[in-house]
């Protein structure tokens, strides 16, 4: 489909398309590490926040700056640094989440000389009243560092018009995403992670544009396969487009599978809510970000993942439930457990992997392939 | 064995047994507190246990890192521990303080003897991804103990500002609510000033004594310092362990008057990194032979030591707020006082950068004369491990020689004993030292 293609350029030529970018507008390109980034400020400020991702090769350039206990995905996104792949970045930041990606950004700023560098206090406890006023407070401190590095002053006006750009693009997503729930889905779970991937590498204004030609053609669409056993994939940040695409292929005429819906952080948790339009537009914004749903690291005390996770698997009428994480995550080694348990009690089987840079197709086929012929067998019975 | 001569005196501490003391009424006292209609409450060893002091003086905690290192030093006990998580589904490579707490709670035993004692509420605070996380498992696995946290993320002392200062003291106000809603007592807002100025004291005392191990030779090692400064990290806002402190400290400024070393041959002074692998503190010991003392490191000196760099540039004890004059007189002000101090907690620095750390352990090396550095690669904390790798390149740049172990604190099944001593072996003789005893 010609509409899909867009987004799968935008992935695969990520940094061309940013170089193009800052060509045509003049405008600053930043990176960012972890989705509580608020965008909208820089967005705002005439800046294109694009997300720092791994490349899925092996690298052995990481080793002297983060210890192996790590995962993997901080160490690959800190190679990409190293090897120069984002040598046209004039900024950096991260908005603090986890402890692995956090060293992926600070080795970053210690050793590839960037212009600008930001470390963004995001509280933890989401669950505070008291973060929503700490939030904002954080915020305004960082818009004015962002208006000295750009040397332009962000007007109000500025900020209200990117809370607009940013929320149609996530209540477009939303309307993608709600096509998956419908009994054979026009997208395939790969299509899906591929346009939640470009959203986070292009100019929401643009991937709007192309949402709205998606969306105009693909309720009509016909896939030629049948979409079989309903998937959700639940986890840390996965960008592993190589793994859907063997899930949702591997037995297309014994085994057919199709992920309907996901809990990540390069997917829904990106988009899934928006910011307020009606108030102080820091404090919309800090909203937003504290309200969204959370990654694992914020999720306390009360686990409000769960409920979450649970309700989009009855909404997208789930059958079963990839549970999976980068390798050495502890966050969500701390959750993996309950969600486990919480999934299984609501009668969606699971099945967990633990993720590296690469991913064992191998071993990974042999894994789902079972998984999917238990969840089969249960149809029998 | 051959017996070790050195050019220094040496003699036990005299305080020694009364450490020891503190130590185990403080778990008995845990343990029993309810059979006295006392509370009981976990947290973690960073927790603000001053807040907590003013349900009464019948409120006794049990932080959980120090607890967790006494399973690990109990390596049957600690297998058996991390086994049972493992087996109820949680991985093998988590914090190992916290396999080891949850292995006592899934066992229903208390490494001290007897049945788990289960706390009548949560207390913890949150900088590591790891320390609210632990007690949401543990409230689950305790069938549902209240549970509060306090965020204290907010960045280094560096970028100390009012409105993360308020943030925090807003959560403490949040958390007193909880503690009197939970335990059904009225607070007491004289009990928690009393307690945090106990906090002060011990924590500025506490550096004042790592302070007088610049002097040659050291008066105290590492090995021995890690049986005192854990004191705080149990109860640092007590009377008690502020009390025993100063008079640690008066002790061991009488030894570096009459020069009293820890070991007799030093001649060779290195610092380590991180926890030690509890299980395999005879390192420590190993090091000895070749006249090389462990002086402590940013862990022992900056877990819970208060620290401030003075006029000169020398890194020193924090002036406790009694010291600088602020008034402490009511529950907004003690709160305040509190939260500030902690701000500048040496070991809460390297969360935000790891040149913030080699900084402080640079200025260690230099100031405490330094040889050479261990750093302890530990996976069993990935809060400390933090940044590690780039301490190393620091140091190195320092002009400080750096030997590296790979290890866990309290996983023995990840440190290699041999391997270990062989690469000390190696140190040493880059450093020019020959082992003058086995």
């Known amino acids: 489909m010609r509409e899909l293609e867009t987004f799968s350029s935008w992935v695969k030529d990520r940094h061309e398309y940013a170089k193009d970018w800052k060509k045509r507008t003049g405008g600053r390109v930043l990176g960012y590490f972890c989705t509580y980034v608020p965008e909208e400020i820089l967005y705002a400020a005439g800046v294109l926040p694009v997300r720092v991702l791994g490349s899925h090769e092996p690298q052995n350039v990481t080793e002297p700056h983060i210890f192996g206990m790590f995962c993997p995905f901080c160490r690959d996104c800190l190679a990409q640094g190293l090897k120069g792949r984002y040598s046209y970045l004039d900024g950096l930041m991260i908005a603090q989440s986890c402890l692995h990606i956090r060293q992926a950004y600070t080795s970053w700023v210690l050793h590839i000389p960037i212009g600008f560098s930001y470390y963004l206090c995001m509280p933890h406890k989401v669950q505070s009243k008291r973060s929503y006023k700490f939030l904002r407070g954080e915020l305004e401190t960082f818009k004015n560092a962002v208006e000295k590095w750009t040397g332009r002053k962000i007007e109000e006006a500025a900020l209200r018009e990117a809370i607009q750009v940013y929320n149609e693009n996530r209540r477009l997503m939303r309307q993608l995403f709600d096509l998956r729930k419908r009994e054979e889905p026009p997208i395939s779970g790969e299509e899906a992670m591929t346009i939640s991937l470009a959203e986070q590498m292009v100019d929401k204004k ?102 979450h996770i649970l309700q989009l698997a009855r909404d997208f009428k789930v059958q079963g439930a990839i549970v999976m994480q980068q390798k050495f995550c502890d966050p969500h080694e701390l959750d993996t457990v309950a969600i486990r348990k919480a999934l299984e009690k609501e009668g969606i089987k699971t099945l967990f992997l633990e993720f590296d840079v690469t991913v064992p197709a191998g071993q990974f086929r042999i894994r789902v392939e079972a998984f999917l012929e238990t969840l089969k067998q249960e149809d029998l019975f | 064995m051959a017996e070790r001569k050195g050019k220094y005196p040496t003699e036990p501490l005299k305080c020694w047994e ?42 006794y905690p049990l932080t959980s890192e120090p607890y967790g290192a006494s399973c690990a030093y109990n390596k049957p006990f600690s297998l058996r521990c991390l086994e049972a998580t493992e087996k109820a589904g949680y991985a093998r490579d988590l914090c190992a303080y916290m396999r080891n707490y949850w292995g006592s709670i899934l066992l229903n035993e208390y490494v001290f003897g007897g049945p788990f004692p289960k706390p009548d509420f949560l207390w913890q605070d949150h900088i590591c991804c790891s320390h609210a996380k632990w007690y949401q498992v543990v409230s ?36 007193i609510e909880f503690l009197e809603r939970v335990t059904g007592r009225k607070y007491r807002d004289d ?50 362990v502020a009390d ?12 570096v008057e009459r020069g009293i070393a820890a070991i007799p041959n030093e001649r060779c002074r290195v610092m380590s990194d991180t926890q030690p692998p509890w299980g395999f503190l005879g390192v420590f010991r190993y090091l000895e032979k070749f006249g090389c003392v462990s002086i402590g490191s940013l862990y022992t000196f900056g877990l819970i030591g208060a620290w401030e760099v003075d006029e000169n540039g020398e890194w020193v004890h924090r002036k406790t707020p009694m010291e600088r004059g602020v008034t402490i007189n009511d529950r907004d002000s003690a709160l305040r006082a509190l939260a500030e101090w902690e701000l500048h907690k040496p070991e809460w620095q390297h969360f935000y950068s790891p040149q913030l750390k080699s900084e402080m352990m640079i200025r260690i090396a230099r100031q405490w004369k330094l040889n050479g550095v261990m750093l302890h690669y530990n996976r069993g904390c990935e809060g400390l491990s933090l940044g590690i790798a780039e301490n190393r390149l620091a140091l190195l740049k ?20 041999t391997r270990t001593m062989s690469r000390i072996d190696a140190f040493m003789e880059t450093l020019g030292m020959k082992k003058e005893f086995d």
């Open chain 1, 206 to 307: 643009e991937h709007n544009a192309a949402l709205k030609e998606l969306l105009g053609k693909l309720p009509q669409r016909k896939r030629e396969r049948p979409t079989g056993t309903r998937l959700m994939i639940v986890g840390s940040e996965d960008d592993d487009l190589a793994f859907l695409h063997m899930v949702e292929n591997l037995n297309k005429d014994q085994y057919p599978a199709t992920f309907v819906i996901d809990e990540h952080c390069t997917g829904t948790r990106y988009f899934w809510n928006e910011a307020p339009e009606d108030s102080d537009p820091l404090m919309a914004i800090a909203r937003r970000y504290i309200e969204r749903p959370p990654c694992p690291s914020k999720d306390w005390e009360e686990r409000k993942r769960i409920p």
């Open chain 2, 18 to 59: 009364k450490a020891k003391k503190i130590r185990e009424d403080y778990y008995r006292n845990y343990a029993t507190a309810h059979e006295r209609g006392g509370l009981r409450w976990a947290g973690g060893a960073w927790s603000f246990d001053a807040i907590p002091a003013g349900l009464g003086e019948d409120v």
């Open chain 2, 140 to 175: 689950e696995l305790e069938g549902g103990i209240p549970h509060f946290c306090i965020d204290v993320a907010v960045g280094p002392e560096t970028e100390i500002n009012e409105n993360k200062i308020e943030y925090i003291v807003g959560q403490m106000h949040d958390g």
């Open chain 2, 191 to 240: 009990l928690l000033i009393k307690a945090v100025k106990n906090h002060f004291r011990s924590t500025s005392t506490w550096a004042k004594v790592c302070e007088l191990n610049k002097n040659i030779p050291a008066p105290l090692d590492e090995k021995t310092m890690y049986s005192l400064y854990v004191l705080g990290t149990l109860h640092k806002s007590s009377q008690v």
């Open chain 2, 244 to 255: 025993f402190y100063e008079e640690l400290y008066k002790e061991v400024k009488d030894r």
């Open chain 2, 398 to 417: 320092a002009g400080f020689p750096v030997m590296i172990f790979e290890g866990n604190m309290g996983d023995e099944r990840e440190f290699d004993m």
